[in-house]
């Protein structure tokens, strides 16, 4: 890729989507895929965590980061017969097989977890954190443009994966869980 990174057409808080139509940077849509980007370089992070050596797990989270670009190029779409690539109903149920996997080692839930535990854990509860914020964009985006079901449903189930992932690395790790105490 030669040319410079650099184009000055963004200065005053205008991008472009894939139709080459300009919007403002805080559109709604803009919020979605730059949410979804965001979540993707967290999952980065996570990948580059320490101990992560489940290589089902490794191999889950890229295809993930895929699945995420896919989903970010598609919001980045306003055309109306924008079409979603690389994501099926299988890449959901993907996600289901291993969080059931991880579940049968896990004790039952005694009510609501802290985040935290494991640095590796902690940043599976940031990236569940910031996949619901992207469900939620996605969510509004939808409200005024219709959105591919299938986005709202992996996010959803993505959310749900970190989730049950922070918990069976914790438990891996014998990091006993710490739950939310009201009166505290």
């Known amino acids: 890729m030669k040319g410079k990174v650099y184009t000055r057409t963004g200065d005053a808080g205008m991008t472009s989507l894939v139709s080459s139509n300009r919007v403002s940077k805080d559109d709604v849509r803009v919020e979605a895929y730059g949410t979804v980007d965001e979540l993707n370089s967290n999952i980065g992070v996570l990948l580059h965590s320490t101990k992560l050596d489940d290589h089902e797990v490794i191999d889950l989270l890229r295809k993930a980061q895929n699945k995420l670009f896919n989903i970010g190029a598609y919001l980045a779409n306003d055309a109306a017969d924008a079409t979603l690539y690389g994501l ?97």
Do not use: H
């Not at 959105?147 to 993505?158: A, I, Q």
């Not at 989730?163 to 914790?170: G, K, M």
């Not at 891996?172 to 505290?184: M, T």
């Open 88 to 184: 099926t109903q299988d890449d959901i149920t993907a996600l289901e097989q291993m969080m059931d996997k991880m579940s049968e080692v896990l004790p039952p839930m005694r009510g609501f977890i802290l985040p935290g535990g494991t640095r590796l854990s902690a940043q599976a509860d940031r990236c569940r954190t910031i996949t619901r914020r992207a469900e939620r964009r996605v969510v509004t985006l939808n409200r005024t443009a219709p959105v591919n079901s299938l986005v709202l449903e992996y996010l959803n189930r993505l959310s749900d994966f970190f989730f049950v992932f922070a918990r069976y690395n914790n438990i891996q790790n014998q990091v006993e869980e710490i739950y939310w105490d009201k009166d505290a």
